[in-house]
């Protein structure tokens, strides 16, 4: 088997950068663990940056995101009880994110690999990797009883955080960045209508809450917990006295309850792998970094890294211009740090810490610094919406 790029994984990085490249005539085969409905079946993102759906509308796979999406020019932060709006489209001029959810993303992009005729093959097993320091890598695998060899131009590791690709990395060529924080996060989703038209992420003595949504007839909330709690410890009845007691008093009586279509316990982590391409691999998305959830920044990320790919690829091709696939590994990096500091300082500044005094007054003249001055609340607006895309030139 042959193919020009091979992509690990089909997750929303890999699906995406397969799509892009067909569309410029790029081939590609993609190799999946799972089978889609596992895929599917993980719920995870659902606020995409203003370069995620333009990036979506170029792939020619944003019909149902811009049909149903629902645009957000604004969220809320409460500071145990006091609420403060950041007007996102007013602090950057004009910008907003689109509420949609990763499941709903994956799974268009799903339909038009099938529509393209575009290779996947699900349920790979043993991926691994070869030669990507030679100008002929290969990738083996066995599906159905069989073992198969695809030869290749290029590898592109779209393939998580616990994909095969970053272990394949020569150990003495990489160097990884990680924070580990003392809690987690439970998520609930139901179908039931959000409490608010907006986000709100909420610091309480309790713990840290975030109301969020994937339509207006569905709701994704979540609660900060103990690294120690199993979810099977959360029934629904106590998933929602929980979230009554962190949410602001004026709106709890709001809250509308209903049976959890799923619910998790996700670790909250922050991890970058430097630096990103091997020879004539490339890692994308979660295979290279990790942020908590607290900035939305996860799947933005896996964006950018696939929109620099991209465009190096097809200047590679389509130019001749072999010197920008060099820079991938720079121009991502540059990015990819600047939204791990905002993850980071988000889930610092909202989470409740069994800290000392002293850091405690910190953190609330923190939250009170950066909400109540035009320079603080733009800081964060222009950080949420997502900053812009460095050219690939
Ligand atoms: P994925 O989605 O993990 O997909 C990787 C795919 O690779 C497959 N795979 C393999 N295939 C072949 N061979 C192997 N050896 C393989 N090993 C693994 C896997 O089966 C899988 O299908 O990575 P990708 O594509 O880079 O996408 C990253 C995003 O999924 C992730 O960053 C976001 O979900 C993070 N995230 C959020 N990001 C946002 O931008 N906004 C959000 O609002 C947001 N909320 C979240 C989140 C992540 C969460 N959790 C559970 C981690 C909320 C939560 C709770
Ligand atoms: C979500 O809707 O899953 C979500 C939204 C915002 C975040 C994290 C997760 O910061």
């Known amino acids: 088997m042959k193919t020009q790029v091979a992509i690990i994984g089909a997750g929303p990085s890999g699906l995406l950068l397969g799509q892009l490249l067909h569309r410029q005539g790029i081939d590609t085969v993609i190799l999946e663990a799972k089978t889609p409905e596992y895929v599917l079946s993980r719920i995870r993102a659902g606020v995409l940056e203003y370069g995620f759906v333009d990036l979506m509308r170029e792939a020619g796979a944003s019909e149902r995101m811009d049909r149903e999406g629902l645009v957000h020019e604004g969220f809320s932060l409460d500071f145990n009880g006091r609420r403060e709006r950041i007007d996102m489209a007013g602090l950057t001029g004009g910008h907003s994110v689109m509420v949609y959810g990763q499941t709903d993303l994956t799974e268009d992009l799903m339909a038009i690999r099938k529509t393209s005729g575009a290779p996947i093959i699900y349920e790979a097993a043993n991926v691994q990797l070869h030669d990507f320091y030679t100008d ?179 200047g590679t091709y389509h130019e001749g211009r072999a010197d920008l696939l060099d820079k991938y590994s720079e121009i991502c990096l540059r990015r990819i740090w600047k939204a791990e500091r905002f993850s980071w300082w988000m889930t610092m500044l909202l989470h409740t810490f069994d800290e000392d005094p002293f850091s405690q007054r910190i953190q609330q003249a923190e939250q009170d610094y950066y909400t109540s001055t035009v320079a603080g609340r733009t800081t964060i607006a222009e950080n949420y919406v997502g900053l812009p895309y460095e050219p690939v030139v």
Not at 158 to 171: L, T
Not at 244 to 263: F, N, V, Y
């Open 136 to 314: 002929a890598p290969r990738v083996t695998f066995e599906h159905k009883g069989e073992k198969i060899t695809l030869e290749c131009d290029y590898i592109a590791g779209c393939d998580g955080f616990h994909g095969v690709s970053r272990q394949s990395a020569p150990q003495d060529k990489i160097r990884n960045f990680e924070r580990v924080y003392p809690f987690g996060w439970l998520g609930l989703l139901s179908d039931t209508p959000p409490i608010e038209e907006e986000l709100l992420y909420i610091h309480n003595p309790r713990g840290f809450a975030l109301c969020s949504m994937r339509s207006t007839t569905r709701s994704r909330y979540y609660l900060q917990c103990s690294l120690a709690e199993h979810v099977e410890e959360w029934s629904d009845d106590r998933f929602w006295s929980e979230l009554s007691l962190r949410l602001p008093k004026d709106i709890a009586g709001q809250l509308i309850t209903g049976p959890s279509l799923e619910k998790s316990i996700a670790p909250l982590r922050s991890f970058v792998a430097e630096p990103m391409k091997f020879g004539r691999m490339f890692l994308v998305g979660d295979a290279a970094h990790i942020v908590p959830p607290t900035g939305a920044k996860g799947l933005n990320l896996a964006s950018s890294d696939v929109y620099t790919l991209y465009h190096a690829l097809r």
